[in-house]
């Protein structure tokens, strides 16, 4: 059974700091996404990732993918406020010519960013 | 494009009781799903589907059922409701890797 367990699942931080939030998953894969939800609202896409050794960014935020790890890393630059909510990794079990989009979430990373 | 719709948005159901949830996409999306939202967690797959009259289930498919007449809709039916299907409801569809979440459906049962 796949597993998917991110760290830390609440994250309380100052603006302006770095920090990374980490997706770790216990079968190989090559597809990750990562997520964004706000309070009460419903999940944007951030990143897709598709191959080991991606890395992809979008403003103060970058992912990255090691699959020998199988480990995937949102790092967070000068965070600000309007960066608080919960972000999710989602890993998809199967191999892109069998993938049928069936993705494994984990429980999400609450961020919270103060002044 | 309206994207991925989803009705109703807030629903109380008595135990016992059925409903269905509609889901509809008008990017003409191939693959289409259910998930649930408990409290504090992740996304749980309910069912999917490749495209039409093809579905399948995922992780939590105990206790409702779908149907996908149509590349555009893809209805969730609770039959006999309970209080465990207590959850926020969230339809996605996608071309293949990135989905697109539509805006869910709380739902309650007492």
């Known amino acids: 059974e796949l597993k998917v367990e991110q760290n830390p699942l609440f994250l309380s931080m100052q603006e302006g700091k770095n920090y990374t939030i980490y997706c770790n998953y216990s079968?190989?894969?090559?597809?990750l996404y990562w997520y964004r939800q706000d309070p009460g609202k419903s999940l944007e896409s951030l990143f897709v990732?598709?191959?080991?050794?991606a890395v992809k960014q979008e403003g103060r935020l970058m992912a990255s993918l090691d699959t020998k790890a199988r480990l995937s890393t949102l790092h967070i630059t000068a965070a600000v406020h309007d960066l608080s909510a919960t972000y999710f990794c989602?890993?998809?079990?199967?191999?892109?010519?069998?993938?049928?989009?069936?993705?494994?979430f984990g429980k999400g990373t609450k961020l919270s960013v103060k002044p | 494009n309206a994207g991925v719709t989803q009705t109703p948005k807030f629903r109380i159901l008595k135990i016992g009781q059925s409903m269905t949830l509609q889901c509809a996409q008008d990017?003409?999306?191939?693959?289409m799903y259910w998930y649930r939202q408990d409290p504090g967690m992740g996304l749980k797959l309910i069912y999917y589907?490749?495209?039409?009259?093809?579905?399948d289930k995922g992780e939590v498919p105990n206790g409702y059922n779908v149907s996908r007449s149509t590349t555009e809709d893809f209805p969730l039916r609770l039959e006999l409701a309970a209080p465990s299907q207590t959850s926020v409801y969230f339809c996605?569809?996608?071309?293949?890797?990135?989905?697109?979440f539509g805006p869910g459906t709380r739902l309650t049962v007492l």
């Open positions: 079968t190989t894969s090559d597809r």
């Open positions: 990732l598709l191959s080991n050794g």
């Open positions: 996605a569809s996608s071309p293949r890797d990135k989905q697109f």
């Open positions: 989602a890993v998809d079990p199967g191999n892109y010519g069998g993938s049928q989009g069936n993705l494994i």
């Open positions: 589907s490749v495209g039409a009259g093809i579905t």
């Open positions: 990017m003409n999306h191939n693959y």
